[in-house]
Structure formats: structure tokens, C-alpha cells
């Protein structure tokens, strides 16, 4: 077999092992996806059409002049399509822990010429957030790395209007996937309600509704 083969192979297969670690590890210890990946979060997969940022959009309903709260940016793949969607007359902010993956957010908006999108570098846990400010909230695949999930919810709840959408996109491939049912009891505890399911148990997004 050649052995470049060989690499290839071998390579997969540290990958895959990574994976396997990298999901064990996350039932026990919240972490957030390393910046060092951002090239990974950034990818929209054609065959996983519920988690591209353009669906979340499309599912949300986003109009111009709307604030949306997008927790756990990552490195914008979903935050810099909102502030395009919901134009000059519109904000985002967008919350994240890491500085690197927020870097990788600014550098984005500059080069897009995006002025409506504020970018915080905090947990959404600890609060902070003004009361009844946002019309919608992503969460996407961000849940599970989040050490105090209920606490996540109360504060997003608290931060919606009344009314306000709150979407949670999950894919089966994350290490730190959370299932419908999961998200339900959370959401039960919190004061939301579900509105929409879309995709499958691979993927998928759920809106809830604040009550």
C-alpha cells in the first residue's frame, strides 16, 4: 500500500480516536470548541441543511430593523449573515468566551463593511444582558458547552421579548450534542415553549418560544 495511503489512513484514525475522546470527555467537562478550529465551525454542509447559517436564518423569520442575540459566535458563521439580514437598521450582538474566535468574527465585519454587529466577549450565563432587548437568539451548537445550561436559558429567557424565538441548532457530529429531548426539559424549566422542529435526530433545529 503506498504510504502516503498509509498517512492518510492513519491520520483518520487519529481524528476519529480524537473524536471518541473528545465526546467522552465533554459528558463529564463543558468545553468550548478550540479556536484553533474555527476553520471547522465555519463550514456549512450541503447535506446538513438545518445547521447552515442561511436555514437558521429563513427558520427565524429575520427582518430588517430585528435584534438578534447570537451566543456563542464562534467565529461568525452565523452572526455575520444575520447583521446582513437584518440590515443598517438592525443590531446583533454577538457572545463568545474566546478572544480568538471574536478576532476571527471582527475581521469578518470589517472586511464586510458590517457596523450594526457588537461583539462581547463573556459567558451568557452571567448575565448582563438587558431585559426584553432581543426579538430572536441562536444557539447554535453551542449548548453543550455551556457549564451552567440552565442558567444559559433563564438569562436568554429574561433577555427575550415576550413572544421571542430562540433557535437550537444541533448536529449528531458534535462532541458536545445535545438531543430534542434534552432541550425540551431544559426548556420546560425555563419558561419556553416548543414552537417548530425541523431535520432529524442527526440534525436539527428546535424553536422555542418565551412564553
Known amino acids: ?3 502516503s495511503i498509509l498517512i492518510l489512513l492513519g491520520a483518520l484514525l487519529i481524528f476519529f480516536i480524537a473524536g471518541i475522546v473528545w465526546r467522552c470527555s465533554s459528558r463529564h467537562i463543558s468545553i468550548p470548541c478550540p479556536s484553533w478550529l474555527a476553520w471547522l465551525v465555519e463550514m456549512e454542509n450541503p447535506l446538513q441543511k438545518n445547521y447552515n447559517a442561511s436555514s437558521l436564518i429563513r427558520q427565524l423569520g429575520i427582518q430588517p430593523g430585528m ?6 459566535c464562534g467565529p461568525g458563521r452565523v452572526s455575520i449573515p444575520l447583521a446582513v439580514a437584518v440590515g443598517p437598521e438592525g443590531r446583533v450582538v454577538a457572545v463568545d468566551v474566546q478572544p480568538r474566535m471574536l478576532d476571527r468574527a471582527r475581521g469578518k465585519a470589517r472586511s464586510g463593511g458590517l457596523t450594526n454587529i457588537e461583539f462581547l466577549e463573556t459567558a451568557i450565563e452571567t448575565g448582563g444582558l438587558v431585559d426584553a432587548e432581543f426579538d430572536r437568539v441562536v444557539l447554535a451548537a453551542v449548548l453543550g458547552e455551556i457549564p451552567d445550561r440552565q442558567g444559559a436559558m433563564r438569562e436568554i429567557h429574561r433577555a427575550l421579548k415576550a413572544g421571542g424565538i430562540l433557535a437550537i441548532s444541533e448536529i449528531v457530529l458534535d462532541p458536545h450534542y445535545q438531543s430534542r429531548s434534552t432541550i425540551l426539559k431544559l426548556a420546560s424549566q425555563t419558561g419556553f415553549h416548543e414552537k417548530e422542529f425541523k431535520g432529524n435526530r442527526f440534525s436539527f433545529t428546535l424553536l422555542l418560544e418565551k412564553g
Do not use: N
Not at 435584534?67 to 456563542?72: E, P, R
Open 67 to 72: 435584534k438578534v442575540l447570537d451566543a456563542g
Open 1 to 3: 500500500m503506498p504510504s
